[in-house]
């Protein structure tokens, strides 16, 4: 459940991460069936009202959260994004899946205390609800204008392998074979 950081914004779905995720957890005999329901300009408020359908019709075992960044691209207040993931991660957890937070970053243009309780956000769900957390979806890759799309924002696809290994050193342990 992402944004177009997960939806393969930019590039041919299948060298997104989340194919990739696909490929790599067969090759590694994992009998999972990735879903992605990711939508490019996703916020937490658009998630959280297509999350009941998708938790309905898909049953996961696990689901992977990465949303956020366009509530604080947007500047939307931090205690509403903080809330509704907060709901979004209850409603996961009652559906007896298990939740991997991504957590993300954004540019300093927004200001220290906007960034600073922007990324504590992510940290405070993931301690407050005992998950899992990615730190930052981007890392290795958004301090690299060579590894992103021209707006800034977007990996290449040549990048996106290492996103994927930044989501993957947290949920494989999260796993298990069928």
């Known amino acids: 459940m992402g944004d177009s950081l997960s939806a393969a914004y930019g590039i041919d779905p299948a060298q997104g991460w989340v194919t990739l995720l696909q490929a790599r957890l067969k090759a590694q005999g994992y009998d999972y069936t990735v879903v992605n329901a990711s939508v490019s300009g996703e916020t937490t408020s658009g998630g959280l009202t297509r999350l009941p359908a998708a938790l309905t019709e898909h049953k996961p075992d696990v689901v992977i959260l990465e949303l956020g960044a366009n509530d604080g691209l947007r500047g939307l207040p931090i205690q509403v994004m903080h ?12 559906a007896g899946a298990q939740v991997l937070l ?4 954004l540019p300093p243009n927004y200001g220290a205390p906007y960034i600073k309780a922007f990324a504590a956000t992510y940290v405070d769900l ?11 979806l981007l890392a290795g890759v958004a301090e690299h204008r ?3 799309q021209a707006d800034n924002m977007h990996p290449l696809a040549s990048a996106e392998p290492q996103v994927l290994d930044n989501v993957w050193r947290y949920l494989k342990p999260l796993l298990r074979m069928k």
């Open 126 to 136: 993931a301690k407050r609800h005992k998950l899992p957390r990615v730190p930052f």
């Open 83 to 94: 809330d509704d993931l907060a709901k979004m991660i209850g409603l996961c957890q009652a």
């Open 146 to 148: 060579e590894l992103l």
């Open 102 to 105: 991504v957590g993300m970053l």
